[in-house]
């Protein structure tokens, strides 16, 4: 099978399993891994050196202690930015651009007839792959090809990691019939520098002034209440 043909091959199975291996590995899922290495094994989507990797990874989540993987997961996927699985936060981060493209991806499944459920986010790419999987093999490609440079960029901070989850996101951009190679990835933040707090008062100082030794304006505005502290808006 040539993986770069002009004519995609049938993925459907291949691809919800894919989005299975990055959900949440609890007991349900683990419960289920013989089936999932079966269905990859009969759909033949990929090529035999990435079923052989895949195929390690479900039996390491199969048989390795559940905390373990749990925690290696939350590590892995809730802590670290450059491996977020939530694409529009690699384009947007927290701006004001990310709500826009969010609707834009919620208006292409629904246009399709799939509707999400209420606890999901349509950036989240187990939930973009398994929208994949009920496209026709040509437009699921097309689709795939469109996140291919998001998708690069995870696949790069986990294959520095040294992560057998790297593995499920090569899958993903050779469904897209794109080549699965690394690209430079900025380091991540410290923690210390990820969560800390503005300093409250810096002192006077010039640093930052658009007109240094000249006066600044000063804006001030009201503090939002706390929804929890029960103080008047």
Known sequence: MSLFSSSPPQARLTLRVLAHLLRYPDAAFRAHT???????????????????????????????????????????????????????????????????????????????????????????LPVVLEFASTQPPQQAREFMGEIAHIVRVIFSALAGRQSPYASVLAAVLELAGEKAEAVAVAPEPEMDESWAEPEVFGGCSTEGQAKPNQPQPIHIVRKAPHPSSGEPA
């Open 34 to 124: 013989a089936e999932l290495q079966q269905a990859l094994r009969t759909e033949a989507a990929l090529p035999t050196a990435r079923l052989a990797e895949l195929d390690a990874l479900l039996r390491h989540l199969a048989t390795q202690p559940a905390l373990d993987i749990e925690s290696e997961y939350v590590e892995l996927f809730d802590r670290g930015r450059r491996t977020a699985l939530h694409l529009f936060e690699h384009v947007h981060g927290d701006s004001r651009d990310r709500g826009p493209a969010m609707v834009d991806l919620i208006q292409t499944y629904e246009k399709a007839g799939l509707y999400l459920g209420p606890d999901e986010l349509p950036d989240y």
